[in-house]
């Protein structure tokens, strides 16, 4: 019998037998339809079990609470070799498990005979109960307002929430939750840890961790390595700041040894096999009687591959489930001036080529910080005028890499002086004046109408070692303080429908969009290397971020320099860069701050706009669909990507680029697996030419294309 890989179709066939007797059994790809993975919370066997057919975890709850079994039902693998506690807390000085089991003399592997025989930790936080319950939102977010592709305003799953006390006299009245969600169509579980002090007395919160995982290890060697391979998930959490991806954002994951593995390979035992999901330092509160705490929330998303598409989708998925918002994306322009009868004109352009937006852009002459009579009036009969015309406007405010004065800048733990924040010099959020900031940015949207704050340098993960600062003791809270009350300002935004821009992975805690990723002067070079160097942002970008979830740039005035060379002003002179550039950001559903004083500046480039506009309008919905990434823009042949979407009419929509000076005639190999086709799909051509094509067994097809010289062309597949 002929061997068959069945690995890429879109569901899983397994053929047990030979000859004519086969059976068969077949579950959907869960990436391509995820409807028919509910989650559930049920009690078997003095067990809580989370399932959904994706993902599986096993709570053993008795003597103690304890996760036994942590499964990717997709591939069947068991992910953990040892138990560990359900959290850690470090209350008045001491530091208590919450939860766990003890007497395992192996940490390598676990067999499940051994389970019944584990004892609790007599000083360990105890089990008394659990809930369930639907999950609830996290964030209030209005789904009306703007174009987006999501489906609802919050995830669906469940929520189970074990609670635990402590024996001892001083923690009585004190109750640590355990909160897990399980999430319908995903194989992501989150982890966070709530404290609930009915006590008598103040209780001091140092530290905590809210989840601790042992993990087997992915390689074994016996001398150290200078990197270690990871297991295959991907962990991140909502206290996420400083950087433009997940991955540089990262501050509470942590790949730590384990002690108790004794029998592990390598001979230092430093094998990094115990997930820890924690703070860096602090909290450092005081959690008064009658009070409750919050820690950040963890998110683990099982992998069932090693395919970088593969495995990013999945996060694109869950990103798209975690924060709905994030698929808004609205069509904006960066102003650069704020004289009224300018942003008026500005705003007629908008209307008349339909694009949705203005943003007053820095240096524009926009002080968000000023909330005199004057200044409000002014923005408000802005925004006034703006709505009439249905376009929103918003503008742009900084908070960091700025001095304000020794007062209320960070402090530098080693200096005693201010200094040594991410961008040199910074004001401390959780100072006097970062407060009166929030204050002011609040009244300032709430009293002009503003529909966009663009924050650049929101709270970036600064330390402060000020004791005298208003909202913060000293160096061990301060990370803590300054991130909670960006947190709070920012959940007020989306409950205000608010758009925001923030060049910070804030989207669990409500952003809106991100930087997809440059160096800003790079937009000073001339206007050819700009385009290519965009389009190598834009499909380097969209690996972990949908199309909605990122802008670029397109510099219409002078940018950091470059002059006359690096700009497209005067736009009638240079309509083949600025078609280029709309082209491929349009065409791949990531938005441009289009930053200078207008959009056409005549008739030519207004048609140009409004065919670019009319265009990715038309096509929308699969424009902000996941992409595929087909061939990277190297300046020597051809580059393009793919949009895909199982669910729309149109299943996918190809770019595809020729950055070279001659015709490029060749096949090109699509791969059609994420359409959801299985037979034979329909493609249209840019100039409007179809045919029928039949997939081959790889889920592909071959089209012979035709790329004009520095220039592109598109197909749909229906």
Known sequence: MKRINYMVLPFVILIIGCSESYK?????????????????????NQSLVLSNGLVYRKIKISPNAATVEFKNSITGETMLRSIKPEAEVTLNGEMYAVGGLQGLKEHGYLLEEWIGNLISDSTAFQYR???????????????????????????????LILQFEHQSKHLEGV??????????????????????????????????????????????????PNSWKRPNLHVESDYAFGGFTTGESNTTIFWETDPEYTSQVNWKMETPCLLRSKLPVGPNLVLEVNSSFESFHTYELLLDGTERERNTLSMRKMYRSL???????????????????????????????????????????LNMEDTTSVN??????????????????????????????????????????????????????????????????????????????????????????????????????????????????????????IYLNAPDFYFLQGSNKCGIGYREVN?????????????????????????????????????????DAATLEPLKEHLDAY??????????????????????DDTTTKDLVIAQINHYKKYRDILNSDIIHLRRPDGRSWDGFMHVNPELNEKGLIMLFNPTLKVIQEKVTLPLYYTGKIDEVELESKEGLKETQHLNRAFEVEIEVNIPAKGYTWYIIR
């Open 175 to 224: 109750r640590v939750n355990v909160h897990y969600e399980i999430y319908d169509g995903l194989p992501l579980i989150s982890k966070w840890i709530t404290i609930d002090n009915q006590g008598k007395s103040p209780i001091e919160i140092t530290n905590f961790s809210n989840e601790i995982l042992a993990f087997p290890e992915v390689e074994n060697p016996v001398e150290t």
């Open 579 to 600: 078609e280029s550039h709309m082209a491929q950001n349009y065409g791949s559903g990531v938005q441009a701050c289009y930053r200078g004083p207008r959009l056409f």
């Open 323 to 365: 924060a709905p918002w994030a698929t808004e994306n609205p069509i904006f322009m960066h102003l650069t001036t704020t004289e009224p009868e300018k942003v008026k004109v500005a705003i007629d352009q908008c209307k008349a080529t339909g694009y949705e937006m203005v943003i007053l852009s820095f240096g524009s002459g």
């Open 523 to 563: 937009w000073s070079l001339t206007r050819d290397q700009q385009i290519l160097l965009g389009r190598q942002n834009i499909y380097d970008g969209t690996w972990e971020k949908s199309p909605s979830m990122a802008w670029t740039f397109v510099p219409l005035t002078e940018y950091h320099g470059g002059g």
């Open 376 to 497: 409000i009036s002014k923005f408000k009969a802005l925004a006034d005028y703006a709505h009439d015309q249905g376009i929103e406007l918003g503008g742009y405010s900084l908070f960091s890499s700025r001095k304000i004065s020794d007062a209320y800048d960070v402090i530098d733990k080693k200096t005693g002086r201010p200094g040594g924040a991410k961008f040199g010099n910074a004001p401390c959020l959780a100072s006097a004046w970062g407060y009166e900031y929030l204050e002011k940015i609040t009244y300032f949207l709430d009293n002009t109408g503003f529909d966009l704050l663009e924050h650049d340098g929101p709270y970036p993960g600064d330390y402060c070692a000020s004791t005298t600062h208003k909202f913060h003791e000293g160096y061990e809270d301060s990370q803590w303080a300054q991130w909670n009350m960006t947190k709070q300002f920012y959940h007020w935004l989306k409950e205000k429908d």
């Open 129 to 159: 109960d659990h809930i369930v319950k639907p999950i609830q939102s996290k964030i209030k977010w209005d789904d009306n307002k703007r174009y987006h592709t999501s489906k609802t305003n919050t995830p669906s799953g469940k929520e």
């Open 24 to 44: 068969i059994t077949k579950s959907i790809d869960w990436l391509i339809d995820n409807s028919t993975y509910a989650a559930t919370i049920s009690e078997e």
